[in-house]
């Protein structure tokens, strides 16, 4: 009977510390982070990397300077801070022109929110301003399940928090 209180508790211990997210942040700016998952880890930008994160926002006509990359076992999150632009103007400028749109959020004062499928790969940017400052994230993966459990509206507006 003890065994079986100990066991018991033992689980309940567990249940209760046991998370699927990390408490892990990239600071970006002004106490401004961004949560990592578990699964992700941040990496050094590599020329390659770069250089397809730059083919990417090819169609841009904004500077979107790399900041960060994050890494997970099927997917990238680029994170980018635009210079000298709006979220108007970001909003104005399709990321790919030869894609499929799947979604699209857009307030001028706080957001915007697209999701696009070229192929097979999924594509989820989201540009966000904070303190008049703005943070673009573009994550990009091929697995569907993923994109819409981790690359949703909500999750990514989640994901950015500020440090106290």
Request: glycine fraction near 2%.
């Amino acid at each position: 009977m003890k065994k079986s209180i100990y066991l018991l508790l033992f689980f309940a211990l567990t249940a209760c510390t046991t998370s699927n997210q990390s408490n892990e942040e990239i600071i970006l700016f002004n106490n401004i982070g961004f949560k990592i998952n578990n699964h992700e880890k941040e990496i050094k930008p590599s020329i390659q990397i770069k250089e397809n994160y730059l083919a990417k926002i090819s169609n841009k006509k904004n500077q979107i300077p790399l900041f960060k990359i994050i890494k997970g076992k099927n997917h990238h999150i680029f994170i980018g801070l635009p210079v000298a632009t709006s979220l108007e103007n970001l909003h104005k400028n399709n990321l790919m022109e030869d894609a499929i749109k799947l979604e699209n959020k857009f307030d001028k004062h706080h957001y915007d929110f697209n999701q696009f499928q070229n192929q097979d790969t999924l594509l989820t940017e989201y540009t966000r301003l904070l303190n008049n400052n703005l943070i673009y994230i573009l994550a990009v993966t091929t697995n569907k399940e993923l994109s819409d459990s981790l690359f949703t509206f909500e999750k990514l507006s989640d994901r950015i928090k500020k440090i106290e």
